[in-house]
């Protein structure tokens, strides 16, 4: 099966698409530059160029393609204005779920397709299953220390259908663990 992984350049994203290739699916890495970063500045540690590079890196080291799409338009439009709307209004935003359900997920499931891939695949600590009912339930990181579920909970039936989260189901110091043993 082919999957797409959105590969951050760090431990976590890059053990999920470990697995995966262990696993014997097609991987796909996609990496998203979501802001002007030729001034060299950046948000915080999030997505800088040398995440962009390391992710290069380890796509490499697997042998699986890796593509680097510019969301710098769709970021500015749908989490920086969002962030600055709550903000002025008195709310407390949160730009790392608002990133996930409504561009990460939204936009790179779309992307996905166009890959021939049937699911998303991140380095979140969170779990995602089936119901009898036929509906998707997100369910917490066996890691409760690392668990992100949190982030993800505004995503779709239609997003958690197609997600997938290869560390979700292992604690940190194995993934750390892992990343060792493959040089990552």
């Known amino acids: 099966m082919r999957v797409v992984v959105a590969m951050s350049g760090g431990v976590d994203s890059s053990v999920a698409a470990s697995l995966l290739v262990e696993a014997g699916h097609e991987v796909v890495g996609l990496s998203m530059q979501l802001y002007d970063q030729r001034d060299g500045e950046s948000f915080g540690s999030c997505c800088t160029l040398d995440d962009l590079y390391d992710a290069r890196r380890v796509a490499a080291s697997l042998r699986i393609p890796h593509y680097i799409v510019n969301f710098e338009q769709q ?8 962030f600055v709307s709550e903000y002025t209004a008195g709310r407390t935003p949160i730009p790392c779920a608002h990133c996930n359900s409504d561009l990460k997920f939204a936009t790179l499931l779309d992307r996905a397709r166009a890959f021939g891939a049937e699911y998303v695949a991140t380095g979140h600590y969170a779990r995602v299953e089936p119901r009898r009912d036929g509906r998707w339930l997100l ?4 890691d409760r220390e690392k668990d992100q579920s949190y982030f993800l909970f505004s995503l779709t039936q239609e997003q958690l259908s197609r997600a997938a989260f290869p560390v ?3 604690h940190k110091p194995r993934v750390r663990e892992g990343a060792r043993r493959l040089r990552l």
Do not use: Q
Request: proline share 0%; aromatic share 6%; no cysteine.
């Open 168 to 170: 979700g189901d292992l």
């Open 139 to 142: 369910k917490r990181s066996t």
């Open 75 to 82: 970021f500015e439009e749908t989490v920086i204005a969002n």
